[in-house]
């Protein structure tokens, strides 16, 4: 079982970009999807992007052309690049590892001021 703990976020003005990163622990990373996923307050949280062990890559319409993730195998990491963001992309930002109800890290915080 793995578990996860993200870093990365912070404070950004809008069209700036961010990098965060999910460190993976524990054993079977490299065979489970990883998702990013967001809550903005007062909203539901949402899918942005995922990638699957094959190497398969899935965006949310909202952040396709200006977020990308990646997958390193052999560090445990999967990254998302965010660039060109925008305030409505505030909120705290969690990866998840495996499908259905998965392992969730315990999430960061993205703000982007206009």
């Known amino acids: 079982q793995v578990q996860l703990a993200e870093s990365g976020g912070g404070l950004v003005q809008a069209g700036g970009s961010l990098r965060l990163s999910c460190v993976a622990s524990?054993?079977?990373?490299?065979?489970?999807?990883v998702g990013w996923h967001r809550q903005a307050p007062g909203k539901e949280r949402e899918f942005v992007a995922g990638?699957?062990?094959?190497?398969?890559?899935y965006y949310s319409d909202p952040v396709k052309g200006r977020f990308t993730i990646s997958r390193d195998n052999a560090k445990k990491i999967v990254y998302l690049q965010m660039n060109s963001l925008k305030p409505e992309d505030t909120g705290i930002y969690s990866c998840?590892?495996?499908?259905?109800?998965?392992?969730w890290g315990q999430g960061v915080q993205v703000t982007v001021s206009s």
């Open positions: 998840k590892a495996g499908v259905g109800a998965g392992t």
């Open positions: 524990g054993s079977g990373f490299s065979t489970l999807f």
């Open positions: 990638v699957s062990s094959g190497g398969s890559i």
